[in-house]
């Protein structure tokens, strides 16, 4: 190659192309400087040789200054030299479409969002939610009252079997009229209650719905706060149900009818879908349902009674409807109607739409409805069945009751029709033989309520209402509650000797052989040996119905015959809560629970019929308990519903226990006061009761294969309260032993026909034999009887049936002195208590507890979709 080609030596420094290459190496950015920028080769990296020279190059090609310079744009590295230093970051390579964090600022100042940034923002996310205001707004319809009409179906009923029981609903009770014929007091009268804004607001309520939201988050109810337009919406477009989107679906709906009808089409279609219960949609239906005329020719008061219904049909009705909540009783119905109807009139009075003439008219007296009518095809026990079915989907699902009424759900029921028949036919044969109204007036206001449970099931395969919504009776009486089981209540003080024996026997169970002292007029003593007093503190006595001088009994014998004394000091000696425990584990209710008192024993609670049916047949299934139900499928468009899945089956007591509760309660029918069962022919266990003045009267009896219950009770039909049945079907007094019996036999055999008779379970051994255990016998004043058998045995003494005990507070869980009067009875003959309240069972094994009278805030019962109100 010529010399002259040859590329000449260059000097040490690399000359001027390599002073500038250097000088673009440098950066004020984050990446570490060239080692070899410092002079020093110990710092050089990535050195390549060129030529003999040896010459050094920072970077080994043009390319890599590049790479190095573009990363130096990026994550800084160390400063030049040995020390680090904090520079800006470069200018990105490519320009950011956000400029967060800022490149060109430091410290702080690199953190905070540029106006640009928050103004872009800001106007991105409103221009969205208008965005989405604007196809949400044009997505939705307008709504209409014919169409929500057309939506309504009826719901229907079908037997175990699966065959149809019957097809009711709101379809034909329902009829649109135009705002002229629409009283314009019954305009005024939901405007001044419900929406005082109407004529100026828009249709939504953002406040409203702003507050609905934030109960949601909060884990509460979604209602509340809506305008007339909204809910006019709701009742004709909308399901029920209570979610974010149905509140924001309602709000564009409410927005587009607020701008596409006029206020008198808004309050018209309103007041067309409202539900104003007893299955009636709209004003004219409803202006039909209670008063029997048009709406047209609705009084003021009229109108304000009608407005108060929109508040919730269920609790301002006062014929009340108890059969689907125990607190919504006509008396506490026509007490909240009443308040609210005179509220109504005060507002349309103060809002100048009555004048003073017109509001003095109106508010002088209540407007009082007429009662309840059967509608198609709800007469006989159909009523009672439906009522039943419908209240265990209300219980079990999130289905309002107005939504319910709109129809479209098919409801498959455990009832069996034979049966059902069977029991209704068996009380109306009893009836027509022994009670006879028009020739004795105490044959007046008697009453039956049963009901038939499967053990080891809980299905509800029967049950006897009354005689039927046709004729006026809307009370369910298969849910009791308010009349006292007396004597049934006595199993549950043996279960629970046996089970957890008494404070004398250091938990080892009692046998049903031990003896007690069966005298009448006996002393019962607490588990510290002091007597048990009266609220006046003088020495309570227990009586039983004769004063035949039983002495020391076993209780097995005291349970055939009845007697009060020795279960009475037997629960004593258990403690009650004890008993409670055992009860409300074989599937009594502790809400039904009289208080924990002395007399507790004898059966002063008032559980309804199907949960006394379902507790016996947790002795039928050798101890084991499942709540009873009466729907076993819901399906609503063709899909299935959940929550209706069969109650899990649990062991209440030992298995022993039941076969030996099970043993006795034969007996009963063997030998005792259930003799009267033997008719049915086959191996069967039961127990009478009876109660003071014989207000009550009851038989719970089983088989392997089914339990029932049969009630008999007279009411006065306006105070709601037990009357005495002394005197009733000619006899001095009616025991559980005579027509509940007789009732109870009568269905079981139509029942059985044909079934198997398998017995019951050997019962073994259990138990401590304990004799002479017990308060001792009272001072002999007692005259001896020559009667050998007496007739069963009465609970305590009792001035007055009350379906909501006196509650109190005063005695502690362990003052087994207490004096109060839920300790030691009442003021009636003999000093027997009349029962209390209980809110405070517990599974406590400790025998020795003797009381522990609690808050009850009702006697609700869950029969199988039953909270049944009081009877008094």
């Not at 804004?197 to 939504?204: I, L, M």
Request: some cysteine; charged content about 25%.
């Amino acid at each position: 190659m010529s010399e002259h080609r040859r590329k000449p030596p260059q000097p040490q420094g690399g000359g001027r192309a390599a002073a500038r290459r250097g000088q673009s190496g440098s950066s004020s950015g984050r990446r570490a400087a060239p080692r070899g920028a410092t002079g020093s080769p110990s710092h050089s990296h990535g050195s390549v040789s060129h030529g003999s020279g040896g010459e050094e190059r920072t970077y080994g090609s043009r390319a890599e200054a590049r790479r190095a310079a573009q990363r130096g744009g990026g994550r800084r590295a160390g400063a030049t030299g040995p020390g680090r230093g904090r520079g800006r970051g470069a200018p990105p390579g490519k320009k950011r479409i956000i400029d967060y964090p800022r490149h060109n600022k430091d410290g702080w100042q690199r953190w905070m969002p540029s106006w640009k940034l928050v103004s872009g923002l800001f106007i991105g996310f409103f221009g969205s939610l208008i965005a989405v205001a604007g196809i949400g707004y044009a997505l939705v319809s307008v709504p209409s009252e014919e169409n929500a009409a057309a939506l309504s179906e009826n719901n229907v009923y079908y037997w175990a079997d699966g065959s149809q029981m019957v097809a009711t609903g709101s379809g034909q009770n329902r009829q649109n009229v135009t705002i002229e014929r629409i009283p314009e007091a019954m305009q005024w009268a939901v405007i001044s209650a419900e929406n005082k804004s109407f004529y100026q607001d828009k249709g939504v309520d953002p406040m409203g719905i702003a507050r609905a939201l934030a109960n949601m988050a909060r884990g509460g109810d979604t209602q509340g706060g809506s305008t007339i337009t909204q809910q006019f919406v709701k009742n004709t477009y909308l399901s029920q149900e209570q979610t974010v989107s149905r509140k924001f679906k309602e709000m564009f709906i409410s927005i587009k009818v607020g701008t596409k009808l006029t206020k008198a089409e808004i309050l018209q279609g309103y007041l067309n879908t409202s539900y104003y219960g007893r299955g009636a949609y709209g004003i004219q239906a409803a202006a039909q349902t209670y008063y029997g005329k048009d709406a047209v020719d609705l009084t003021p008061s009229e109108c304000a009674f009608l407005a108060a219904l929109l508040k919730g049909p269920t609790y301002y009705d006062p014929a009340g409807n108890q059969n689907l909540d125990s607190s919504a009783s006509a008396d506490a119905n026509r007490k909240r109607s009443e308040e609210r109807w005179g509220w109504i009139l005060e507002q349309m009075h103060e809002d100048e739409h009555l004048s003073d003439a017109e509001y003095q008219e109106a508010i002088k007296e209540y407007p009082m409805p007429q009662g309840r009518k059967a509608t198609k095809g709800m007469t006989g026990q159909i009523s009672y069945l439906v009522d039943t079915a419908k209240r265990y989907v209300m219980k079990n699902s999130d289905i309002p009751e107005a939504q319910f009424d709109q129809g479209g759900y098919q409801i498959y029921t455990t009832f069996e029709k034979d049966k059902v028949e069977a029991l209704a036919k068996a009380v109306k044969k009893v009836e027509q033989e022994k009670i006879d109204p028009e020739k004795r007036e105490l044959d007046k206001h008697v009453q039956f309520g049963a009901a038939s449970v499967k053990p080891n099931d809980g299905a509800i395969v029967a049950l006897y209402g009354g005689a039927g919504f046709e004729n006026g009776h809307f009370n369910n009486n298969a849910d009791t509650s308010g009349v006292p089981v007396g004597s049934t209540w006595k199993p549950f003080v043996l279960a629970a000797a046996m089970e957890h024996g008494t404070y004398k026997t250091n938990g080892q169970g009692v046998s049903p052989q031990s003896k007690y002292n069966g005298d009448d007029h006996l002393q019962i003593k607490n588990n510290d040996g002091s007597l048990v007093l009266k609220k006046d503190n003088t020495p309570f006595y227990q009586e039983n119905e004769s004063d035949y001088p039983w002495g020391y009994i076993t209780l097995h014998k005291a349970m055939e015959q009845s007697v009060n004394t020795p279960f009475v000091q037997l629960g004593m000696d258990v403690g009650m809560k004890n008993v409670a425990d055992v009860a409300e584990k074989s599937g009594i209710l502790k809400d039904s629970f009289a208080g924990l008192n002395a007399s507790f024993a004898l059966g002063t609670s008032t559980p309804s019929a199907i949960r006394m049916a379902d507790a016996y047949a947790t002795f039928a299934a050798s101890g084991k308990q499942a709540d009873p139900y009466s729907v076993t499928a819901v399906k609503h468009k063709g899909s299935e519903l959940p929550g209706f899945e069969k109650p899990r089956v649990k062991r209440a007591m030992p298995e022993n226990v039941a076969h030996n509760v099970t043993n006795v309660l034969e007996n009963v029918i063997e030998n005792g006061t259930g003799k009267n069962a033997l008719e049915l022919g086959r191996t069967a266990a039961g127990k009478t009761g009876t109660t003071d003045e014989n207000k009550s009267a009851w038989f719970v009896g089983y088989t392997q294969q089914l339990s029932t219950s049969v009630a008999m009770f007279r009411e006065d039909p306006k105070s709601h309260k037990l009357l005495s049945m002394n005197g009733t079907a000619g006899e001095d007094s009616i025991h559980g032993g005579d027509v509940p019996t007789e009732v109870w036999t009568e269905y079981m055999k139509a029942a059985l026909k044909g079934e198997p008779d398998p017995g019951f379970p050997e019962a073994e051994e259990i138990g401590e034999i304990a004799d002479g255990i017990g308060a001792p016998s009272p001072t002999p004043t007692i005259t001896e009887t020559e009667e050998a058998t007496p007739s069963e045995s009465p609970t305590p003494t009792e001035s007055e049936t009350t379906p909501t005990p006196t509650e109190s507070t005063t005695c502690e869980p362990f003052d087994f002195n207490c004096e109060d009067e839920e300790e030691t009875g009442g003021t009636g003959p003999g000093g027997t208590d009349t029962g209390g309240t209980d809110g405070g069972v517990t599974s406590s094994p400790e025998p020795t507890e003797s009381g522990d009278p609690g808050t009850s805030n009702g006697n609700g019962n869950g029969n199988g979709g039953l909270f049944g109100g009081p009877a008094g």
